[in-house]
């Protein structure tokens, strides 16, 4: 029953990743773009875009949580664990830090950045030292996305490999 649950647990884990990075690279290949491209102006698709990716800020806090558990009830004994139980924890760990940075430091700098400005962002100068500081902010957002695109995808892949035990079975008892 014990192994039942710890194969559940893993089949959740592998879910959970695929879901958590199919939705932060969905945002970042196309989700922000369509926002953008269908608004009615880029302040107003910048708007949206920043209310989607503080959901994805916090919904990677969750699954972060989530997945924590759920790395801690697959878990086998160190001989036998099929997948590095430390490294997916600080794959975890380093999303969590992309979130955090994400949610409570640029975002709130790019807000105060884009309120300062005189015009909305399409009319301000790119030499403008508000229009620069807003665009290396934009890059450290881009850069806490991708760390969360990073480790879910790795955490996923982590998780999906088989224990060395279970790849030996087949060849020791002579089943195909």
Do not use: Q
Request: with cysteine.
């Amino acid at each position: 029953m014990k192994e039942v649950g710890r194969a559940f647990a893993r089949t959740l884990l592998l879910f959970s990743s695929a879901l958590w990075c199919g939705a932060l690279l969905f945002f970042a290949v196309a989700g922000a773009r369509i926002v953008l491209e269908t608004a009615g102006s880029r302040h107003l698709g910048g708007l949206v875009n920043r209310a989607l990716l503080d959901a994805l800020d916090v919904g990677s806090f969750a699954m972060v949580a989530l997945l924590f558990v759920l790395v801690l009830v697959a878990k086998k004994s160190v001989e036998d664990s099929p997948f590095p139980t430390g490294l997916i924890v600080r794959l975890l760990v380093v999303a969590l830090a992309g979130a955090f940075a994400s949610l409570l430091v640029i975002t709130p700098e790019m807000v105060s950045v884009r309120d300062r400005m005189p015009v909305a962002i399409d009319l301000v100068d790119k030499s403008d030292p508000l229009r620069k500081a807003w665009g290396r902010l934009h890059g450290y957002s881009s850069l806490a996305l991708a760390v969360r695109i990073l480790s879910a995808g790795t955490i996923f892949f982590l998780a999906a490999r088989r224990s060395r035990r279970a790849e030996r079975a087949p060849e020791e008892t002579g089943a195909f």
